[in-house]
């Protein structure tokens, strides 16, 4: 037979192409051999001299992986099981204490290791735990990305069955850097609106091009895995992760979320959508987040509980079944699921249990499962079978309804539910031992079988996107996409479409460039920040400052200009306060969306939902209790800015995490806009004129707060919305450029009247 391949030296690997095949990578001075069969080559991972069926790249991905599952000892399979803790590369800078890692036994620092090599921990996690799916946070640039990349799948390809690592990443294209997950990124990778701003453009299929852009600069990284989209219906406006999702609409959210998954899974040409330019999407949250009782998030044991007071949960079940397991493309459905920390408060219709999503039979194998047919991966969240911490704010473990159990016995819980990989565990330990467990509750047959079923779905997902084939790097290639030219400027141009212009009396936008224009300094009392860590008191000169020195003359005081530009953040508050606590009370106060002292008059007189072993009550009702926002002088920022500029314009631009109630400072804005996380530049592009604003509201602005008390955690479109002072309704998908209120085909599709309503 003809010899159909041939082969290239890169640095570090050899490339090797099959004429008319998959090309094939393998690691100089690897244990690996070629095998060639009807002239084409494949790897020899086994090392036997004979073709084995997962060696056979032309075989579909499915029965590569049920052989190669047959083949792996509980050990290995516990391995594919784990998802290793964020991964700092290299390890080192302000977030190394938290995720650290040590080289030969020392600091990076003090090691003088490059900044691609490999920790100890890695090293460690891949070759004893066998652990072959890595999250990335930090990447210090390409370079370092790539060469990382490469000597990590070379220590993988040399170890077991030579499986290759799966590398994720939480979302790292948005421009916002405050994001907890995104840590501190150094590639240059382009900038995009994200999640809630991705909305506001109001174009899926804007967000299908974002996903194949995304798709290939994370290929060029080394990342085979998105840990998104965020699909939750954001129907509770006090939600902390509201603005990561694509908001309430529910139809919206569907078509987002298919333009997304097909976006980052499809390689073009592809028979079955999959291949080497694809990226396997990790959907979240099932069965939905946003319903967290008064907005108190489920990464605390305070925020534990989702409530359904409308009855709307088969609503919130729709962006997974009509979009995530419902695509356009060939890949036909997302090729994982995370669900919520959350427990889905009196959701479970078959065995009636109060417990974490991922430990729910009903939530898991009843209806994900069994009603809707899912067979993709379901990886639990980060640290759900951790022990929580000794109170109810404390960042800890995540094992919510399933406290009083053992590791071991949480991660049996799990399993029993349908769950094949457990978010944030390097270790296999608790893994073996649930096991164990298993084979005296179910017999050793039967957990053989439960363990093949998650390591073949998992092992699949690896095969669909070509790892096994090539999971190296070529440097200059991945230095061309990363950050080129093109994907940086349609991503700013993302921003900038996302931009929403709410106000503009008199037409005061555009601005006139090279004006003289005072931008005052910001001060922001001291929370409880994502990781619960109270934050310092914090004086901050706005990053809009810095970059509007490109645009006007910036002054010191406002005595001295022509107009002002006041940028803000919307209201920052959390839903427990430990001070309170200490001195007799509950802990639960009200999130507010306004700046000044808010008492919480209309809350419910009793919770829904409660119960924690860490209390002795199970009312967290909140009523007539006060809650102020850290950032409450924002507003004074506003107030103060806008006596003293007297007549002369006051432009507020407000950062939006959340719906916030206007009525504080609309009065005494003269223009508002509201961005979802972008650069100051696509703000300063906008009221100069350089872009023309046509960003919509992808959300309500309440009336006020008791209207936000009002409204159903699981309700969409329930709020009584703002009124200006030029009578504008700052309702869903209400929007101005500099001629008036916009009104166009997004709107006459997605606008008020043509949404429906859950229930």
């Given at each position: 037979?003809?010899?159909k ?13 099959n004429e008319?095949?998959k ?9 690996v ?6 002239g ?6 086994l ?7 997962y060696e056979?790249?032309?075989l579909?991905?499915?029965e590569?992986a ?13 391995g594919?099981?784990l ?10 800078g302000?977030l190394s204490?938290?995720f650290?890692?040590t080289?030969g036994g020392?600091s990076?620092?003090e ?13 460690e ?9 890595v ?8 370079e370092t990305?790539?060469?990382?990349n490469?000597?990590?799948?070379a220590?993988?390809?040399n ?21 907890e997950?995104?840590g501190v990124t150094?590639e ?6 994200n999640?809630?701003?991705l909305?506001?453009?109001f174009?899926?299929e804007?967000v299908?091009?974002?996903g194949?852009?995304g ?10 895995t ?10 509770e406006p006090r ?6 999702t694509f ?5 919206l ?9 097909d ?8 028979e079955?959508?999959?291949?080497a330019?694809?990226v396997n999407t ?8 946003g ?7 489920g990464?605390y ?8 007071p409308?009855g709307?949960?088969?609503e ?9 397991f ?10 994982a ?8 408060y009196g959701?479970?219709?078959t065995c ?12 898991v194998n009843?209806l ?7 067979d ?9 079978t951790h022990d929580m ?6 960042f ?6 399933v ?12 399993l ?13 330990g ?11 509750k ?6 053989r079988?439960?363990?093949?079923r998650?390591?073949?779905?998992l092992l699949?997902?690896?095969?669909q996107t070509g790892?096994f084939?090539?999971p190296?790097l070529?440097l ?16 700013y141009?993302s921003q ?9 009396r ?13 931008i ?8 409880l920040?994502?990781?619960?860590s ?16 490109d645009?006007f003359?910036?002054?010191d ?12 953040e ?9 001070e309170?606590?200490?001195q ?20 419910r ?26 950032n409450?002088e924002d ?6 800015t806008?006596k003293?500029m007297?007549?002369?314009p006051?432009?507020?631009?407000v ?10 400072l609309?009065p ?7 961005d ?9 592009d ?11 509201l ?13 409204q ?7 709020m ?31 606008g ?8």
């Amino acid at each position: 037979m003809e010899k159909k391949w041939n082969e290239a030296e890169k640095e570090g690997y050899r490339l090797i192409y099959n004429e008319g095949g998959k090309d094939l990578g393998i690691s100089f001075g690897s244990k690996v051999t070629i095998i060639t069969e009807d002239g084409f080559a494949f790897k020899d991972f086994l090392g036997t001299g004979e073709l084995a069926a997962y060696e056979d790249w032309r075989l579909p991905a499915a029965e590569r992986a049920a052989d190669l599952a047959s083949r792996l000892s509980i050990e290995d399979i516990a391995g594919l099981m784990l998802y290793s803790a964020h991964q700092l590369i290299p390890a080192r800078g302000p977030l190394s204490a938290a995720f650290g890692g040590t080289y030969g036994g020392k600091s990076f620092d003090e090691s003088g290791a490059d900044p691609w090599d490999l920790t100890d921990q890695q090293k460690e996690f891949i070759v004893k735990d066998r652990v072959r799916h890595v999250l990335i946070m930090k990447l210090q640039d390409t370079e370092t990305a790539v060469k990382w990349n490469n000597r990590l799948q070379a220590l993988a390809e040399n170890t077991g069955f030579g499986i290759p690592a799966n590398n994720s990443s939480d979302p790292r294209h948005g421009a916002g850097a405050a994001a907890e997950y995104m840590g501190v990124t150094g590639e240059p990778i382009s900038k995009w609106a994200n999640g809630i701003g991705l909305t506001a453009a109001f174009e899926p299929e804007a967000v299908r091009e974002f996903g194949e852009i995304g798709a290939a600069e994370y290929r060029a990284l080394g990342i085979t895995t998105a840990l998104s989209p965020q699909i939750d219906l954001a129907t509770e406006p006090r939600w902390m992760r509201f603005a990561d999702t694509f908001g309430e609409h529910t139809e919206l959210t569907v078509e987002m979320t298919r333009a997304y998954c097909d976006g980052f899974q499809t390689t073009k040409g592809s028979e079955d959508g999959w291949g080497a330019d694809s990226v396997n999407t990790m959907v979240k949250h099932f069965p939905g987040g946003g319903p967290c009782e008064a907005g108190r998030d489920g990464h605390y044991a305070y925020g534990k509980f989702a409530v359904y007071p409308g009855g709307n949960f088969e609503e919130h079940l729709r962006p997974f079944t009509e979009g995530a397991f419902s695509l356009n493309g060939g890949t036909k459905t997302a090729s994982a699921v995370m669900p919520y920390y959350t427990i889905s408060y009196g959701a479970d219709q078959t065995c009636g249990e109060n417990v974490g999503n991922s430990f729910s039979k009903y939530i898991v194998n009843d209806l994900l499962r069994e009603r809707f047919g899912y067979d993709g991966v379901v990886c639990t969240d980060w640290g759900i079978t951790h022990d929580m911490g000794k109170t109810e704010e404390e960042f800890a473990g995540k094992c919510w309804g399933v406290e009083t159990l053992t590791e071991a016995e949480r991660h049996l819980k799990a399993l029993e539910a349908g769950v094949d990989q457990f978010g944030g565990n390097n270790d296999a330990g608790p893994v073996l031992e649930a096991y164990r467990m298993g084979c005296e509750k179910y017999g050793e047959e039967a957990m053989r079988s439960r363990f093949e079923r998650s390591a073949s779905r998992l092992l699949r997902n690896i095969f669909q996107t070509g790892l096994f084939e090539n999971p190296y790097l070529d440097l200059e290639h991945s230095c061309q996409v990363v950050g080129c030219r093109e994907f940086t400027e349609k991503g700013y141009l993302s921003q900038l479409k996302s931009v929403t212009l709410l106000k503009n009396r008199a037409g005061v936008l555009p601005l006139k460039e090279h004006i003289r224009v005072y931008i005052p300094r910001r001060h922001i009392r001291p929370y409880l920040d994502f990781m619960s860590s109270m934050t310092p008191d914090m004086h901050v000169e706005p990053a809009g400052k810095g970059a509007a020195a490109d645009y006007f003359v910036v002054v010191d005081t406002p005595e001295e200009a022509d107009a002002a530009i006041c940028f803000i953040e919307s209201p920052v508050s959390v839903g427990y306060d430990p001070e309170d606590r200490k001195q007799g009370g509950s802990g639960y106060v009200p999130v507010t969306l306004q700046y000044r002292p808010y008492e919480a008059k209309q809350a419910r007189l009793h919770s829904l939902a409660g119960g924690d072993p860490l209390e002795d009550f199970d009312d967290r009702s909140y009523r007539g209790k006060w809650n102020t926002a850290a950032n409450e002088e924002d507003l004074d920022l506003v107030l103060d800015t806008k006596k003293r500029m007297g007549d002369r314009p006051v432009i507020v631009s407000v950062n939006l995490k959340n719906p916030m109630v206007m009525a504080e400072l609309e009065p005494c804005a003269d223009a508002i806009l509201v961005d979802y996380g972008v650069s100051p530049q696509a703000v300063l592009d906008v009221i100069t004129g350089r872009f023309i604003p046509c960003g919509l509201l992808p959300l309500q602005m309440p009336a006020d707060m008791d209207t936000v008390e009002r409204q159903a955690e699981d309700e969409a479109f329930d709020m009584e919305c703002y009124v200006d002072s030029e009578g504008h309704v700052y309702e869903f998908g209400f929007g101005m450029n500099f001629d008036g209120v916009i009104e166009d085909e997004r709107t006459e599709k997605y606008g008020r009247q043509n949404r429906r309503r859950t229930k």
